[in-house]
């Protein structure tokens, strides 16, 4: 079985500041691990997935993702937030070898402010 | 272009009444999923479907039913919606073993 926790449902940073979002998760078999993007009244866009090649793993708009086995963590990180990646952010695991469902974590509404 | 596509956007209807919401794919995807968002409870599957005919009950299952019979398609039914199923639906579809799903825009919800 597996989840996924997030922490922090709401984070707020000034645009040009480091954005953070954490996620850890627990997976009985080896994970897939996935970073959703959902912008308001929009579906979920997928921004980086781990599916156990690299463990830094980049995505769209300069986001990206390290995978720690040993700290169960799959926590997104940009370097220099914009206005326009106001959203909210999921963390989604999968089990891999053919199992596709994909389990969420509940939310993180990333603000940017000016 | 490749795309998950959900009908309607947006339904209101009273309780009782019977529906269907449809979800259908072009990328040839084996898998397809129901999920539905709530606030503060991220999202949550409904029903996933690993085939043509083959379904499977999800975390939420209570009050829904789904068909495959054709693989590009994946009804939502509720037979008799109550308010407590209002909440904005998604339809998903991945390539078996790929990772990742792609999502439809969502289907917005309401039950009076």
């Known amino acids: 079985a597996q989840s996924v926790t997030q922490l922090g449902s709401h984070v707020s940073v000034s645009e040009g500041a480091l954005v953070l979002l954490r996620c850890n998760y627990s997976s009985s078999v080896p994970p897939y691990l996935f970073w959703y993007v959902q912008y308001p009244n929009q579906g979920l866009q997928l921004l980086l997935k781990y599916t156990s090649a690299a463990t830094l793993v980049k995505g769209i708009n300069g986001f990206e993702a390290e995978f720690k086995k040993s700290e169960t963590s799959f926590h997104l990180t940009k370097p220099s937030a914009h206005m326009s990646d106001a959203a909210e952010y999921f963390c989604a695991v999968s089990g891999q070898g053919g199992s596709e469902k994909l389990v969420f974590g509940k939310g993180t509404k990333l603000t940017v402010n000016p | 272009e490749a795309q998950v596509t959900q009908n309607p956007r947006y339904l209101i209807t009273v309780t009782g009444k019977k529906l269907t919401v449809t979800c259908s794919q072009n990328?040839?995807?084996?898998?397809m999923s129901w999920y539905r968002q709530d606030p503060g409870l991220g999202l949550r599957q409904i029903y996933y479907s690993m085939n043509v005919e083959v379904t499977d009950k999800g975390d939420v299952p209570e009050g829904y039913k789904v068909s495959r019979k054709e693989k590009r398609n994946f009804p939502l039914i509720l037979e008799s919606p109550s308010p407590n199923q209002t909440s904005l639906y998604f339809c998903a579809s991945s390539l078996q073993g790929a990772g990742g799903y792609t999502f439809g825009s969502g289907t917005r919800l309401t039950v009076v």
């Open positions: 990328m040839n995807h084996e898998y």
